[in-house]
């Protein structure tokens, strides 16, 4: 089975506060998402990589950045974290990106930012 | 302009009845496929069903079921004799051939009353 993993269920940090959200797959699939989730709004892609090393934006990437250094890690970076990126974050990893391949994803980041 | 439409916010439905979880999309691409996820308060998507826009047949999974009707452009979310267990956001996605990123609607919360 897939596994896609989070590296916090909860997270809480302070206004300004650089903070960074782990994913790791163990399938070897090349692409991966960052998503965000609010009420009413579903998710929101933020970024996402098809390759090491390789990024692209999604479509609310501001005050967000990502590194993927290794092909099962996609990392997800608030340089400086603000009150309005509060949200659920979502991981997801796909193999190939085929017109009906399933996304896997994480179990999600709540993360709070006071 | 919206290309994933859930236009139910909130459901309730009776304990083992059946309900439909409605979904419309806009693509003028050929080739795409259509994604229904469950999302229970845990947090974690849970893959349900997906249908290809060339198959023929609505797709199948145990008791959920996919009313698709292509010429309305309704992807429509079937469970029959619903559960308790049942209860969770669910969110209807659309990828194009032309561009594998998943596009997500708002979702729809489901409560089965017992």
């Known amino acids: 089975d897939v596994k896609v993993t989070q590296s916090s269920r909860y997270l809480v940090k302070r206004t300004g506060e650089k903070v960074f959200l782990e994913c790791v797959q163990d399938?070897?699939?090349?692409?991966m998402f960052w998503y965000r989730q609010d009420p009413g709004l579903g998710l929101r892609l933020i970024y996402f990589?098809?390759?090491?090393?390789?990024?692209e934006k999604g479509d609310i990437p501001e005050g967000y950045s990502v590194s993927r250094e290794k092909k099962e890690r996609f990392s997800l970076i608030l340089e400086s974290a603000s009150t309005n990126q509060t949200s659920m974050y979502l991981c997801?990893?796909?193999?190939?990106?085929?017109?009906?391949?399933?996304?896997?994803f994480g179990p999600g980041t709540r993360l709070t930012v006071l | 302009a919206q290309k994933i439409t859930q236009t139910q916010p909130g459901m309730f439905v009776q304990e083992k009845e059946a309900v439909t979880l409605d979904c419309t999309y806009d693509?003028?691409?050929?080739?795409?496929?259509l994604f229904w996820y469950k999302q229970p308060s845990s947090g974690e998507m849970i893959f349900l069903i997906y249908?290809?826009?060339?198959d023929q047949q609505n797709a199948t999974e145990g008791r959920y079921s996919l009313n698709f009707q292509k010429a309305r452009k309704s992807a429509n979310l079937v469970i029959s004799a619903s559960q308790l267990g049942d209860s969770a956001m669910y969110f209807c996605?659309?990828?194009?051939?032309?561009?594998?990123?998943?596009?997500w609607g708002a979702g729809t919360k489901l409560i089965i009353k017992p």
């Open positions: 990589s098809y390759d090491v090393k390789m990024k």
């Open positions: 997801a990893s796909i193999w190939t990106g085929g017109l009906l391949d399933e996304q896997f």
């Open positions: 399938m070897d699939h090349e692409n």
């Open positions: 693509t003028s691409d050929p080739s795409y496929g």
């Open positions: 996605a659309m990828r194009e051939r032309s561009n594998y990123q998943l596009i």
């Open positions: 249908q290809g826009s060339y």
